[in-house]
């Protein structure tokens, strides 16, 4: 029985890019085929439970804009109702999965006990919708960063009490990702940072968070849990500064503390950005170590200097992601996961639908111009090229140990080696790329 709220519209189709339609698609066709695989396959779309169906539009200078008849959440009744809406949204867009923190799902009880019989029950009903709709859950996670008891940090809280309630609070949301088939499990460190070192113990705190992703780990093999655990780098905000700052940063981490074969790394566009990076230097990043999870699609405002979570709009920028992403071989079992909210003066929920519509046809556009600069092989070609005198025997020696330092200054001293710079060819390699956007 349908609740109402989306009254009027009807599942989206395909219609092509002449269409006038605002409720159809005019980029994304799950059907159509890309390098052999069908676009739904390589995007593997995602709706992020909490800016949809959680945030009531609060910002820190006003409260709910948007006043949805499941507000406010504070019951299991309205945690249902919000789910039922949930799912007709994710049904009217035809995405193939959606991602939850606990405290999005089920009202906050208080108590640790209460929590988790709520999130059993919320989680069991939703259960059913995915037998019915066949949508599936693309990654599970605990949200650690809104209610008081996580002010300083969950794992890097100065206190072990709540480092065990983040412990027990985290097996809680394992559990169920795991019960309901989910392909990932995400830890994104909200607070897991300081605001100053006057009351911080920096080496303490990692080594806590070290310890405790190993936990993750190890209950994950425990209970047979076969999907990816990932970690979402960010900057700052909430927290000044956060141990998770960006992909090299975690592949440091991950690496310190023995984890860099057992946990992969979800990007977001916007912090990224935060990062003073481009999205496609983080995904590079990963790549280059193997390490790339999943993505958090959305766009930051360029001036703001906040997590704008905007759905994503720019062609240009999403083809160049997903061309990094191709590079690695996909998504593999990750996907695109559209952490990105309404503004909140959108008040209708026509709104949400186009939001991610609009979101949706963007990323269809960046793959399709990705595959396309693949299919080509421009770029390819111009990398291998920019390399090749890497293939010389001397340059090999001086990879592989035949050569040090000074057998290195002999052999330049030997050829009289006069190096001529060539050109990095940076705006014709840019003209290319707007050959395919
Ligand atoms: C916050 C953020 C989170 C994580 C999940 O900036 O991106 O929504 O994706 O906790
Ligand atoms: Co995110």
Redesign the pocket.
């Known amino acids: 029985m349908s609740t109402g709220f989306f009254d009027g519209i009807e599942k989206l189709q395909f219609e092509g890019r002449d269409s006038q339609n605002e409720l159809a698609f005019k980029h994304y066709n799950p059907d159509e085929m890309i390098l052999g695989k069908r676009a739904e396959e390589h995007l593997r779309f995602a709706v992020?439970y909490?800016h949809s169906f959680a945030w009531e539009g609060h910002d820190p200078f006003g409260g709910p804009t948007f006043q949805r008849p499941w507000h406010p959440q504070d019951d299991m009744g309205r945690a249902k109702m919000k789910a039922d809406v949930a799912f007709e949204m994710f049904e009217l867009l035809g995405v193939p999965y959606f991602c939850w923190?606990d405290a999005d799902v089920r009202p906050e009880q208080g108590n640790y006990a209460d929590n988790v019989s709520t999130l059993d029950e919320i989680t069991d009903y939703m259960m059913g919708k995915m037998e019915s709709s066949g949508i599936g859950l693309l990654w599970g996670?605990a949200?650690m960063?809104s209610d008081r008891r996580w002010m300083s940090g969950a794992s890097t809280n100065p206190d072990p009490d709540i480092f065990a309630f983040a412990a027990a609070t985290v097996k809680s949301c394992m559990d169920a990702t795991h019960k309901m088939g989910g392909q990932n499990y995400?830890l994104?460190g909200?607070r897991e940072g300081y605001e100053t070192l006057l009351n911080t113990d920096l080496g303490k705190e990692l080594d806590h968070m070290g310890r405790f992703l190993n936990m993750v780990v190890e209950y994950k093999h425990k209970i047979g849990f076969k999907g990816q655990i990932l970690v979402?780098p960010?900057p700052q905000?909430p927290s000044k500064h956060q141990y998770d700052y960006d992909a090299a940063t975690c592949i440091g981490f991950l690496r310190k503390y023995g984890l860099e074969n057992e946990v992969k790394l979800?990007l977001?566009q916007?912090?990224a950005i935060l990062a003073g990076h481009s999205f496609e230097h983080e995904i590079a990043t990963a790549a280059a170590e193997g390490l790339l999870g999943s993505i958090?699609m959305n766009r930051n405002d360029y001036q703001s200097g906040w997590?704008t979570?905007q759905f994503p709009n720019n062609v240009p920028e999403v083809a160049l992601a997903y061309y990094h992403i191709l590079k690695a071989g996909g998504l593999g079992s990750g996907g695109t996961?559209f952490?990105a909210k309404l503004r909140r003066q959108s008040l209708d929920p026509i709104d949400l639908i186009t939001g991610h519509a609009g979101g949706m046809d963007i990323c269809a556009r960046g793959l399709q111009a990705a595959a396309a600069m693949v299919d080509d092989g421009g770029l390819e070609k111009q990398l291998s090229d920019r390399y090749v005198k890497w293939d010389n025997e001397y340059a090999q020696k001086m990879l592989d140990g035949s050569y040090d330092l000074s057998d290195i200054a002999a052999y330049v001293r030997k050829t009289d080696l006069r190096p001529e710079p060539v050109s990095g060819r940076q705006e014709r390699l840019e003209n290319y790329v707007n050959r395919f956007v």
Do not use: R, S
């Open positions: 992020a909490w923190h996670t949200n960063f995400v994104w909200g979402e960010k905000e979800n977001e916007g912090h958090d997590d979570d996961n952490d």
